[in-house]
């Protein structure tokens, strides 16, 4: 079956500009946690959202936003978009029940310019 | 201190070696997942344990969770099995990650 597919790929943005980034979880999956991974911080977790609702959340500003939509399908946004900002942004998609694995998209390399 | 410490942070290796790269946390979890992220970015989730040991292949995972310590084994490693291996803990509501550990095997 299809994996988790992320788009766009790559993307670059201006300051002050909003961005939007789409993921699509793997069949049957209701869970979509995203991450952000920078060269200085690594890996972080973003939020996550299962059956529409998010159910977990990291320390972001609110800046960073995201939805999921019935088919399970998961948006992120971030606004007012800053130098710092870039980075791969990585989706993940599980079932969503405790001990699950998680399989990640490719992710989207977004540049602050 | 970071919750999650990997070690080493960089490993060259010769083709045929053992390979051990190993993960210390102190928040309380679930469960720990060993990550596997080649170059372009995307990662492949190798493990998901939260007792005892699992074995896939040529990798093996341990977790000592009174120790709080895992460790992940790679066995004949192969130039292929560069890459950068990260260790991440459920807590609370969020995932907490090592910073990697990045392997280079050289044939």
């Known amino acids: 079956k299809a994996g988790v597919t992320q788009t766009p790929r790559y993307l670059i943005k201006t300051r002050g500009q909003q961005v939007t980034l789409s993921c699509s979880p793997i069949?049957?999956?209701?869970?979509v946690s995203w991450y952000q991974q920078t060269p200085g911080q690594g890996l972080q977790f973003l939020f996550e959202?299962?059956?529409?609702?998010?159910?977990n959340k990291g320390n972001f500003p609110g800046r960073f936003s995201g939805r999921q939509f019935s088919n399970s399908r998961s948006e992120m946004n971030v606004s007012t978009l800053e130098l710092g900002d870039s980075a791969l942004y990585l989706c993940?998609?599980?079932?969503?029940?405790?001990?699950?694995?998680?399989?990640f998209g490719e992710g989207s390399w977004l540049t602050v310019v | 201190k970071n919750e999650v410490e990997q070690s080493p942070q960089n490993l060259t290796a010769q083709e045929g070696e053992f390979i051990t790269i190993n993960c210390s946390y102190s928040?309380?979890?679930?469960?720990l997942h060993w990550l596997q992220q080649h170059p372009g970015g995307g990662i492949v989730s190798l493990f998901m344990?939260?007792?005892g040991k699992k074995k896939h292949g040529r990798l093996i995972a341990t977790i000592n969770i009174q120790e709080k310590h895992s460790s992940l084994h790679i066995t004949a490693s192969h130039p292929r099995d560069s890459a950068v291996y990260i260790c991440?803990?459920?807590?609370?509501?969020?995932?907490?990650f090592g910073a990697g550990t990045r392997l280079t095997v050289k044939p």
């Open positions: 993940a998609s599980s079932t969503g029940a405790a001990g699950n694995t998680i399989y």
């Open positions: 069949s049957g999956h209701r869970s």
């Open positions: 959202y299962f059956s529409e609702t998010q159910r």
């Open positions: 928040v309380g979890i679930s469960a």
């Open positions: 344990l939260s007792s």
């Open positions: 991440a803990v459920p807590n609370n509501n969020d995932m907490r």
